[in-house]
């Protein structure tokens, strides 16, 4: 992290089918070794998916699972005198969509399931419907935000 300017974030490219950057985020994400039209031929067969079970335009699904997994509070540890402390803190926006994604992806490919597409939107499905793993890994993470509010105090 440079010390004297602030780092420039990059502005992301809408994606090219639903014109959404936090669709192109999700490729991003879901990409490996720079196989980028396999990332998208991915999140679009689930995305077809998502539409054919749920009878929903699936950016609307995929815009409230987002939602659902978002977290608002989360911990950070902090040293004071020789003891580390879980501080709970608010996690601002582009923070929150990092975190959601993320946990979105890990849990999809840690699914059970015959393809990725197949897995990516089985998940995404249970995060619509507030199930799921990373709808749990949410509410975990304020649920120990809400154990330690006593140690508030402690931000700066």
Do not use: C
Request: no cysteine; charged share 30%; glycine share 6%.
């Amino acid at each position: 992290m440079p010390r004297r300017n602030k780092a420039t974030k990059r502005v992301i490219p809408p994606d090219p089918i639903y014109g959404n950057t936090t669709v192109t985020s999700l490729v991003n994400r879901i990409m490996m070794r720079g196989k980028k039209s396999t990332a998208e031929r991915i999140v679009y067969g689930a995305f077809e998916i998502m539409e054919a079970q749920l009878k929903k335009p699936s950016l609307e699904i995929f815009d409230q699972a987002i939602k659902n997994i978002m977290p608002v509070l989360e911990v950070k540890p902090r040293r004071v005198g020789g003891a580390t402390y879980q501080v709970p803190i608010e996690v601002e926006g582009g923070r929150r969509l990092t975190l959601a994604i993320r946990w979105l992806t890990n849990f999809s490919r840690a699914r059970h399931g015959h393809s990725m597409a197949e897995k990516l939107a089985a998940e995404l499905i249970d995060a619509y419907q507030r199930q799921g793993a990373s709808v749990k890994k949410r509410e975990d993470t304020h649920r120990m935000a809400e154990a330690n509010k006593a140690f508030a105090h402690y931000r700066w």
